[in-house]
């Protein structure tokens, strides 16, 4: 099955400094890469998400990259602020069903 | 729009006792799902259901048993509760086909003693 690893664990950034948290892919036949954020004590909310047929996709201070022939895929958030602070799960799935096999989660901290 | 709703929000069982995590979501999702998430696990899929009437094991399904009662509502019980099933339990539905949002209910805290 697929298998998901996220680096790094836990990350501690100024704030206004950028973050980025890197994850890899074992099945080539993934086409679909979220990521969620999880405030603590709440559930994981999708924040972006990105397809296979695409490389890049920005959103405000949030962008994902997509490397499909090394699978790997990053989030990418610029200028952070203390509202930032969660742990960020990236996942993937196959077009047929939805089965999200999520990474192991990093715990973002951003110091004012 | 209430979205996706699990009950109870915390619980605590003795090891051997039995009990059933309840979910429902109100978005007309055919797909279900149950994850479990343990600290520095992220979150891994113990049972899902692609339609009504149809459920598959996910990648941690020992100890556990699921009913997809209807559309709406997705069961998760645990027959014989160990201390290894501490966790926090996540229900989430998605629409159908590939690549969509999955929606995730506020989790349970489930301690076994």
């Known amino acids: 099955g697929e298998n998901v690893e996220q680096h790094p664990s836990t990350l501690s950034v100024q704030e206004g400094d950028s973050a980025v948290i890197k994850c890899t892919y074992s099945d080539s036949a993934s086409n679909y890469f979220p990521w969620y954020k999880q405030e603590l004590g709440k559930r994981p909310q999708l924040i972006i998400d990105?397809?296979?047929?695409?490389g890049e996709k920005k959103d405000q201070r949030i962008a994902v990259t997509l490397n499909k022939t090394a699978k790997h895929f990053s989030l990418h958030i610029t200028e952070t602020q203390p509202e930032d602070s969660a742990v960020y799960f990236c996942a993937a799935s196959k077009a047929a069903g939805n089965k999200l096999t999520f990474g192991g989660g990093t715990r973002v901290l951003v110091k004012p | 729009n209430a979205g996706v709703t699990q009950t109870p929000k915390f619980q605590v069982l003795k090891t051997g006792q039995s009990m059933t995590l309840q979910c429902a979501q109100d978005m007309n999702h055919n797909s279900m799902y149950w994850y479990r998430q343990d600290p520095g696990m992220g979150l891994r899929l113990i049972y899902y259901?692609?339609?009504?009437?149809?459920?598959d094991k996910g990648e941690v399904p020992n100890g556990y048993n699921v009913s997809r009662l209807n559309k709406r509502e997705f069961s998760l019980r645990l027959e014989s509760a160990a201390p290894s099933q501490t966790s926090v339990y996540f229900c989430a539905s998605s629409a159908s086909g590939p690549n969509t949002e999955a929606f995730f209910g506020q989790g349970t805290r489930l301690t076994v003693v």
């Open positions: 259901s692609a339609s009504e009437g149809t459920t």
């Open positions: 990105i397809r296979s047929n695409v």
